[in-house]
């Protein structure tokens, strides 16, 4: 630009010099003010390779995961430019044309260059030495696109590219869905007449809290070999997968990699705790009606993860499966079924309870091994030995038939137990201490009742002496202090030893009855929207219908038992 300025002086055409503010790009490495300079470049027409891709993601012959990003490639194909291939780089594919005499070669080798210009020019005497092959490669993206096929020598048919080709999932970043998948899906129709992968599962970018792309030169990504020492290999894989919803970007927090390590620490406790038993078991003793409950409650829970995290699979909901699997080990296995079967303080466990809960937990760990592989392979093999072979080559599991009915009341039991805990907490009672406890006649109240199993597991969960159903409400006689709760369309009474603060009490059930009237304003609320009982399926508009009658009858319960206690 000086040395310009200086010419035009000399010449005398240079008017006048003023500063002028604009963007100057320098190059990144160097720092050097980027000059723009016209040159030729090899281009590929892009137009009539884009249709068939296009066609292919908008009918689902190329599945994306998940769908919003098929909106991203209709903006790209629609809008497709004529693609320069050409780079004036010193590596990579050396572009196959030749030069002789203003005349332009392009073949595969020189030497068939070499044959095209000597039919062209008519001159038999050519050699390579007389060829001048261009200087630019071809874009990085140029091989790339080629991925599917050329790994197998595929551009013509071999037994190799014939039977991996089309591939079956591409997993890849959002961020080059038209520099890589949109390019691999053209050259894909356009050389081998058919799809290059079934579905295509886009994950997010790895950010940090600020939402700031991890890089370099901010400083901002973590030492993956120091969180590996504090938080070992399982615990970072959890919380890289639970920081990862399908398509989202990953919001990283080491705090999530802790919980991933606590997750470890909580499977290795109940792996020592079932251990434990081994040494204490009674060998001919059958399962107890209540040891027998909890197991097919858990068993049938099983099958229901299986059957929900089946159809997450299918749509690559990879975290959320990974987030029921967590739930489920560390609540419904550990929580609630493992303290049902735990023997009492020096009591034997039966052997036939020990071994189901052996299989229980070795199948937690198959459905976990591919998000956590290190300590389920160890868990699997403390479980098994070596009898079952290694975790990571077992089938895994698939879902079977299970029983509804008691998956229902054992919810519903689970729910009893921890509102008789809360009422214990809210009143100072002993948490062990074995109180009575009514339950207003139901269909509900006659079947667990009727049912040692179900009954077994509430009266050792909720530390009762007994449990009797009522046809009315009980009178407070014989200084029996009635604290009363609500599960479902269901009363239950716990009989406290102590005076119940009045006050707190009605406290408690006006707040309930509050939470209560605004459900059932809400349900009433869509039950009135002609619209919504038009348009929504019949088996939804019928369980809202019975989600109102059942608020209603918690509500009509709650003023029930207002009113005893302020008469």
């Not at 020019?121 to 050329?150: H, I, M, N």
């Not at 792309?213 to 615990?235: E, R, T, V, Y």
């Not at 299918?314 to 739930?327: A, F, P, T, V």
Request: glycine fraction near 4%; charge should be negative.
């Amino acid at each position: 630009q000086k040395k310009m300025v200086s010419a035009l002086k000399e010449s005398g055409q240079l008017e006048k010099t003023e500063p002028y503010t604009h963007s100057v790009g320098r190059s990144e490495r160097t720092n050097v003010v980027v000059e723009p300079r016209l040159s030729l470049q090899w281009y590929v027409r892009m137009a009539e390779l884009a249709r068939p891709a296009r066609d292919a993601v908008e009918d689902d012959v190329i599945e994306f995961f998940p769908k919003n990003q098929k909106n991203t490639f209709r903006h790209w194909m629609d809008t497709i430019r004529d693609w320069c291939i050409s780079r004036q780089l010193w590596w990579g594919h050396r572009i196959p044309a030749y030069y002789f005499e203003g005349e332009t070669f392009v073949a595969v080798t020189a030497v068939e260059a070499l044959a095209q210009a000597r039919t062209k020019t008519g001159r038999q005497d050519l050699t390579l030495a007389d060829l001048t092959q261009d200087e630019d490669v071809l874009d990085t993206w140029f091989s790339s696109w080629l991925w599917p096929f050329s790994v197998f020598d595929g551009m013509d048919s071999n037994p190799d590219v014939d039977y991996y080709y089309p591939t079956s999932v591409l997993v890849t970043g959002w961020d080059i869905i038209f520099l890589w998948v949109a390019r691999m899906a053209m050259s894909g129709f356009q050389w081998k007449k058919e799809r290059p992968f079934k579905h295509v599962y886009f994950h997010g970018m790895v950010r940090d809290q600020q939402r700031r792309k991890m890089s370099k030169s901010l400083g901002n990504s973590p030492d993956a070999l120091k969180l590996l020492d504090q938080f070992g290999a399982d615990g970072v894989r959890f919380g890289i997968l639970s920081s990862a919803p399908a398509g989202g970007d990953l919001l990283f927090d080491e705090k999530l990699c802790e919980q991933g390590r606590n997750f470890c620490n909580k499977i290795w406790n109940a792996l020592r705790l079932i251990k434990g038993w081994e040494q204490n078991l009674n060998m001919t003793a059958e399962s107890t009606p209540a040891e027998l409950k909890a197991i097919e409650w858990a068993e049938a829970k099983t099958q229901v993860l299986l059957e929900t995290i089946a159809g997450d699979f299918d749509s690559y909901r990879l975290s959320d499966i990974q987030m029921k699997i967590y739930s489920f080990i560390w609540s419904d296995f550990c929580s609630w079924y493992l303290e049902w079967i735990k023997p009492g303080k020096d009591e034997p466990l039966s052997k036939a309870t020990y071994d189901r809960t052996i299989d229980l937990f070795s199948t937690l760990m198959q459905v976990l091994h591919p998000f956590m592989p290190f300590i389920t392979e160890e868990v699997w093999h403390e479980l098994n030995g070596e009898n079952r072979g290694d975790c990571m080559v077992s089938p895994f599991p698939a879902s079977t038939p299970y029983d509804e009915e008691i998956l229902e009341t054992m919810e519903h039991l689970k729910e009893v137990i921890a509102k008789t805990r809360d009422l214990r907490n809210k009143n100072n009672l002993k948490p062990r201490e074995a109180l009575p406890m009514y339950m207003l006649q139901s269909k509900r109240a006659v079947r667990v009742l009727a049912d040692p199993g179900y009954l077994g597991l509430l009266q050792k969960s909720a530390s009762l002496n007994s449990v009797s159903i009522v046809e009315i409400v009980p009178d407070q006689s014989n200084d029996e202090n009635l604290l009363s709760f609500v599960v479902g369309t269901d009363k239950y009474y716990l009989s406290s030893p102590k005076i119940i603060d009045v006050a707190e009490e009605l406290k408690t059930l006006k707040e309930d009855l509050v939470y209560q009237e605004g459900f059932v304003k809400s349900i009433r609320k869509k039950l009135d929207n002609d619209r919504f009982v038009s348009n929504a399926p019949e088996a939804v508009v019928d369980k809202e219908r019975q989600k109102l009658a059942d608020g209603e009858k918690r509500i009509e319960m709650l003023k029930e038992s207002l009113a005893r206690l302020v008469n």
